[in-house]
């Protein structure tokens, strides 16, 4: 797939988030980071889209409703 260069601006506290997220996870740069939180996105606006409830399930086998918007 062709890359389209892209320039955002971020605050300092986006920017240290995507940091720590990227040193997390493993991940080359804060573009991955942004990829991927893309990708999530793109899963919730799905369920969304459908009516559909995003959980969480916690170690203790309880669910929790993920509210977005």
């Known amino acids: 797939m062709p890359v389209s260069p892209t320039t955002f601006k971020f605050d300092e506290e986006t ?5 720590r997220l ?3 996870h493993g991940v080359g740069s804060r573009s ?3 990829r991927k939180a893309l ?3 793109e899963v919730a606006e ?8 995003l959980m969480v ?3 203790d086998d309880k669910e929790k409703e993920i509210i977005l918007w």
């Open 15 to 19: 920017t240290a988030l995507m940091d």
């Open 22 to 24: 990227k040193a997390k």
């Open 32 to 34: 991955d980071i942004v």
């Open 39 to 41: 990708k999530l996105l």
């Open 46 to 53: 799905a369920a969304g889209d459908r009516k559909a409830k």
């Open 57 to 59: 399930k916690e170690e």
